[in-house]
């Protein structure tokens, strides 16, 4: 059984452009939660996704935004890009969402540099 | 804000010794604790979870939780230099609106 896939693997960008980036869940996964990973704050929630709703969204600015489709995979946005949005984007699929004590799959990330 | 501490470390213990990563949380309503491990380079992958007071066993790993004290750690029983990574503290909560909060995570290393 293919894991979770992100795309793409690493990603520069400059100040004020947009980024999107892509996470194919696990087969039969419906949920897929994102999470932004940088030394100095850890792996902070950014939204979570389940049936093509989003079910929670963390302490982020609204510049970030995603969305899932019909197949469960997800894609993030990030819009008027900041130096510090560098850091690496986890995704990660579960049957179900979080609530249900599920167990979280992580894929390997995208790593952004903002320049 | 809901917050989930951990020191950072690095710690390091001998192999074949216990290793024994802490971490306290901020919401008493909180309902699951999981630990997570993450090699250098890698994604976090499910180690433990435990849900009741007490202590849960998986082999090497105890995981242990004091709701009343909202303390939750995690021992590693005969440590490895393989158990050399990161190890992250995750607790959900927020009836109705669930959310996984992470620590920033220990870093262990086991000296051979």
């Known amino acids: 059984k293919a894991g979770v896939t992100q795309t793409p693997r690493y990603l520069i960008k400059t100040r004020g452009q947009q980024v999107t980036l892509s996470c194919s869940p696990i087969s039969g996964h419906r949920s897929v939660s994102w999470y932004q990973q940088t030394p100095g704050q850890g792996l902070q929630f950014l939204f979570e996704?389940?049936?093509?709703?989003?079910?929670n969204k963390g302490n982020f600015p609204g510049r970030f935004s995603g969305r899932q489709f019909s197949n469960s995979r997800s894609e993030m946005n990030v819009s008027t890009l900041e130096l510090g949005d560098s850091a690496l984007y986890l995704c990660?699929?579960?049957?179900?969402?979080?609530?249900?004590?599920?167990?979280?799959?992580f894929g390997s990330g995208t790593q952004l540099s903002v320049l | 804000q809901k917050e989930v501490e951990q020191n950072s470390g690095p710690l390091s213990v001998p192999e074949g010794a216990i290793a024994s990563l802490n971490c306290t949380y901020s919401d008493r309503g909180s309902q699951s604790f999981f630990w997570y491990r993450q090699y250098s380079g890698k994604s976090p992958e499910l180690i433990m979870s435990?849900?009741?007071?007490g202590d849960k066993e998986d082999g090497r790993f105890t995981a242990q939780l004091n709701k009343a004290s909202q303390y939750v750690s995690l021992l590693i029983r005969d440590s490895q230099p393989s158990d050399s990574a990161t190890y992250l503290c995750a607790v959900l909560s927020g009836a109705g609106s669930y959310q996984l909060t992470f620590g920033k995570g220990t870093k262990l290393s086991v000296i051979p």
């Open positions: 990660a699929s579960s049957l179900a969402p979080a609530g249900n004590n599920e167990k979280l799959f």
């Open positions: 435990i849900y009741s007071n």
């Open positions: 996704y389940f049936s093509e709703t989003q079910r």
